[in-house]
């Protein structure tokens, strides 16, 4: 089946610094990547929709300015926390839609763990 | 809908029984819903799914129900295993083909 990569799986940062996490469609090409964000005992909340070429679409309430999205290729978009804080510590979790198919059909990757001290 | 800062209700089960996990959905223009099921430290797998157009679809031991009047969804797990003990999460296609999840249920199965 198709398989979604997400790179670093665990990452611990300082305060302040910022991290980038990559996720990438391996077998497959996906026009549209969704991010997600998940904190202990909690549901998945979606973050942003990113589509390759052009701007991510972000939900309500996040800051476009502090997650900055990019999905330059059909295969890999990134996650940046920009001047990450503590209460960014959270589990980050992608998923890809193979070009062509339907939200139903969407795959997703590992997560990435970030833990900002 | 979206659920904010709720943490996950649990449901223990002895080993061998059914499990049957319930959810409510929001958007009564959803007509498609899909279950995960996710273990700790991982990303969701996909189990069942189910379109608008139906009230129920089986699967390998399991089923799912919907209904439609109430916005309500369950997933039946048959006969049990240790290896069901995970999150479940309930998931609706919205607006903009965007997945939206579900509050979630911890499974426990006892042995």
């Known amino acids: 089946g198709a398989v979604v990569s997400q790179h670093p799986s665990w990452v611990i940062c300082k305060s302040g610094t910022s991290v980038k996490i990559e996720c990438r469609s391996l077998?497959?090409?996906?026009?549209?990547m969704f991010w997600y964000r998940q904190f202990p005992k909690q549901s998945l909340m979606l973050m942003a929709t990113?589509?390759?070429?052009?701007?991510?679409?972000?939900e309500q309430g996040v800051e476009k300015d502090k997650f900055l999205i990019n999905h330059a290729s059909l295969t890999l978009s990134t996650l940046t926390v920009t001047s990450a804080h503590p209460e960014d510590s959270s589990f980050y979790i992608c998923?890809?839609?193979?070009?062509?198919?339907?939200?139903?059909?969407?795959?997703f990757g590992e997560g990435s763990r970030l833990t900002v001290l | 809908g979206e659920s904010v800062g709720l943490h996950l209700p649990t449901l223990s089960v002895q080993e061998g029984d059914n499990s049957i996990i319930n959810c409510a959905y929001s958007n009564s223009a959803s007509d498609y819903f899909i279950w995960y099921k996710q273990e700790s430290g991982k990303g969701p797998q996909f189990i069942i799914d189910?379109?608008?157009?139906?009230d129920k679809r089986q699967g390998q031991r399991v089923t799912v129900l919907l209904n439609k009047t109430v916005k309500h969804l369950s997933l039946q797990i048959a006969a049990t295993q240790p290896g069901d003990s995970a999150v479940y999460f309930c998931s609706e296609i919205q607006y903009g083909n965007k997945l939206v999840f579900g509050a979630g249920t911890i499974l426990r199965v006892k042995s």
């Open positions: 990113s589509n390759e070429g052009s701007k991510a679409t972000y």
């Open positions: 998923s890809a839609i193979p070009a062509g198919r339907d939200t139903g059909e969407l795959f």
């Open positions: 189910i379109r608008s157009n139906m």
């Open positions: 077998d497959f090409q996906a026009t549209t």
